[in-house]
């Protein structure tokens, strides 16, 4: 599978994931970490598309928490979903900046070659 195609399946996986949880609302916090421990073991067995779409159920139920976003970020990394990586990674930064979110952005743009980016993050560091 080429780049570009798995650009393309992560966009709609990400789109699509939402509409498909269908899953009730209530006892947020409860829930959130239940599909995190989830999405943890469902990573070790190597079901990353399904800790993709757990880590997701956390997130809308506890949008603010980066920790969940950074996650996920390394699962899409691991899925060769390296835009969606970046997005999470990004959006962990943007909610809590601390060195760990920026460290896996970092290594992110390293793999990608692009090294300008990867130095910004760093800089920050």
Not at 15 to 26: D, E, M, T
Not at 57 to 83: C, T, V, W
């Amino acid at each position: 599978m080429n780049k570009s195609t798995k650009i393309v399946i992560g966009a709609l996986l990400f789109a699509a994931i939402p509409a498909a949880v269908g899953f009730h609302v209530g006892s947020q916090g409860a829930n959130a970490t239940k599909y995190q421990n989830q999405a943890i073991v469902q990573m070790s067995q190597g079901n990353y598309e399904q800790a993709a779409v757990d880590y997701t159920k956390a997130i809308i139920l506890k949008p603010n928490e980066a920790h969940l976003y950074s996650n996920r970020g390394d699962i899409y990394k691991q899925m060769g979903y390296f835009q969606l990586a970046i997005f999470d990674y990004s959006q962990a930064i943007k909610l809590s900046p601390i060195r760990k979110h920026y460290e896996q952005r970092a290594k992110l743009w390293d793999d990608l070659q692009e090294q300008d980016k990867a130095n910004a993050d760093r800089k920050v560091l």
